[in-house]
Nanobody, 119 residues
Framework: QVQVVESGGGLVQPGGSLRLSCAAS????????MGWYRQAPGKQRELVAD????????NYADSVQGRFAISRENAKNTVYLQMDGLKPEDTAVYYC????????????WGQGTQVTVSS
């Protein structure tokens, strides 16, 4: 069984910063990539950023490019999302996702953490 636990969400004023953390524990096979998604009310879940295990290549949504930074600690099966210059439109529930290819394609999701950007 795999547990994926996020932390670090909260309420912040526009222009502020937050750092999200996500740790995977349990029987975790080789992780190929870790990432963050978000879902705002009435909208579909969308990719925010992800990072691979091997070469640490990253991928960002256009809307967060230059403001958010994803990083990971492979030894701890942990991924972070540093969010700077937050805007009201960043308000959403943020979900952590981990996925792998061995022994078959698999993925797990966290329970989500609320990020609210408001004055």
């Amino acid at each position: 069984q795999v547990q994926v636990v996020e932390s670090g969400g909260g309420l912040v004023q526009p222009g502020g910063s937050l750092r999200l953390s996500c740790a995977a524990s349990g029987t975790v096979f080789s992780i190929n990539a870790m990432g963050w998604y978000r879902q705002a009310p009435g909208k579909q879940r969308e990719l925010v950023a992800d990072i691979t295990s091997t070469d640490r290549s990253t991928n960002y949504a256009d809307s967060v490019q230059g403001r958010f930074a994803i990083s990971r600690e492979n030894a701890k099966n942990t991924v972070y999302l540093q969010m700077d210059g937050l805007k009201p439109e960043d308000t959403a529930v943020y979900y952590c996702n981990i996925r792998g290819l061995w022994p078959y394609e698999w993925q797990y999701w966290g329970q989500g953490t609320q990020v609210t950007v408001s004055s």
